[in-house]
């Protein structure tokens, strides 16, 4: 008997960075145990260095697209993981058995000072998409322990 895929639904501001970060690393570290989605309370468009650094590790997230929540297909979702605060202050309710958790991760480009090399910025985001493989390998047991 295949084993049960958990849904788990990682949301953000713009969806442009760390919840396709999320998304990606879930997909290629975890898709045997988990389904990925991501989505934004708004819509950004796809961060460009995100899609760079995640490239270097590996990870190709260049196909993934910004969206809403509302143009999700219709999932009950067993996790909503808000990935920044904003999106944990402006989360939806979800019906069914979603269970909200929070992790928050820093926002590489509001890191990322304007007077940096192009270096330090993407070692801004390196480091918030090191951040997320780690939670990541620890799904779906992570979520399940923050639940309860």
Not at 2 to 20: A, E, H, I, M, W
Not at 40 to 59: C, L, S, T, Y
């Amino acid at each position: 008997m295949p084993r049960k895929r958990f849904k788990v639904l990682f949301l953000c501001t713009g969806n442009s960075c760390r919840s396709q970060m999320a998304e990606g690393w879930a997909r290629h570290l975890k898709g045997d145990v988990v389904e990925p989605y991501s989505a934004g309370i708004e819509k950004h468009g796809i961060n460009e260095r995100a899609v760079m650094v995640m490239a270097e590790a590996g990870v190709d997230i260049s196909h993934q697209k910004s969206k809403l929540i509302n143009e999700l297909p219709a999932v009950d979702f067993d996790y909503v993981v808000t990935v920044c605060d904003r999106a944990y202050e402006s989360c939806p309710l979800f019906s069914g058995k979603a269970k909200v958790v929070h992790r928050s991760f820093d926002d590489p480009p509001a890191l990322a000072d304007s007077d940096a090399t192009e270096e330090a910025v993407l070692d801004f985001y390196r480091r918030v998409r090191d951040e997320i493989k780690q939670f990541v390998l620890q799904l779906p047991e992570v979520l399940q322990k923050k639940s309860t």
